[in-house]
């Protein structure tokens, strides 16, 4: 079983910073995609940015130039450096882990969701 924490959340200023961090833990599969979504009241949960090890990490539109993902592979950690925040920014926001076939890259076996952590931005 695989188990992911987030952490990193808070209220910051609009144009401010933040670095969410999520940790995963347990048996984790060698071809996975890690990634942060996000869900604000009364919107669908959109992805903010993914990343796997043989691909060009994946920005949602919104983000794009403003969040930088990354991963540590050799910790199976993986952070998003918020910067240029918006008020819009604010939700929570999900790490999420995604396990693929080593034989079909594509193919999804199986899908982890954190518990979620809060981002509010103030105007």
């Known amino acids: 079983q695989v188990r992911l924490v987030e952490s990193g959340g808070g209220l910051v200023q609009s144009g401010g910073s933040l670095r969410l961090s999520c940790a995963a833990s347990?048996?984790?599969?060698?071809?996975?995609?890690m990634g942060w979504y996000r869900q604000a009241p009364g919107k669908q949960r959109e992805l903010v940015a993914s990343?796997?090890?043989?691909?060009?990490?994946n920005y949602g539109e919104s983000v794009e130039g403003r969040f930088t993902i990354s991963r540590d592979y050799a910790k199976d950690t993986m952070y998003l450096e918020m910067n240029s925040l918006k008020p819009e920014d604010t939700a929570v926001y999900y790490c999420n882990l995604q396990e693929y076939s080593s034989v079909f890259r594509d193919r999804l076996l199986y899908e982890y969701w954190g518990q979620g952590t809060q981002v509010t931005v103030s105007s």
């Open positions: 347990g048996s984790i599969f060698t071809f996975n995609a």
């Open positions: 990343a796997r090890r043989d691909d060009r990490p």
